[in-house]
């Protein structure tokens, strides 16, 4: 059974950072593409970023955010910095197998991790 599970999320001041974590069971992720997106209250959820054989960036957090992977605990993180009330929202993580573009069609899904940026 494959389960993606986000963590660390969490309260933060604006300017502040948080790295958040998609932790994988019944896949290797080395050999998937992981996407992170996010659903703001009230709007559709949206790409933040994606990394296969390469990394790409929604133009909204080029810059502030970095996505990596962590072989050896088949994880892969989303650290974000500088942050800004507008990047409140539900974090998900997502998986295709191979190398795949990210999209709201992946093939396995995380059950999202709530960032709120607020004083």
């Known amino acids: 059974q494959v389960q993606l599970v986000e963590s660390g999320g969490g309260l933060v001041q604006p300017g502040g950072s948080l790295r958040l974590s998609c932790a994988a069971s019944?896949?290797?992720?080395?050999?998937?593409?992981i996407g992170w997106f996010r659903q703001a209250p009230g709007k559709e959820r949206e790409g933040v970023s994606c990394i296969s054989g390469h990394r790409s960036y929604a133009d909204s957090v080029k810059g502030r955010f970095t996505i990596s992977r962590d072989s050896a605990k088949n994880t892969v993180y989303l650290q974000m910095n500088r942050l800004k009330p507008e990047d409140t929202a539900v974090y998900y993580c997502?998986?295709?197998?191979?190398?795949?573009?990210?999209?709201?069609?992946?093939?396995?899904w995380g059950k999202g991790t709530l960032v709120t940026v607020s004083s």
């Open positions: 019944g896949i290797i992720l080395d050999y998937y593409t």
């Open positions: 997502a998986a295709e197998s191979g190398i795949s573009t990210c999209s709201n069609g992946m093939e396995y």
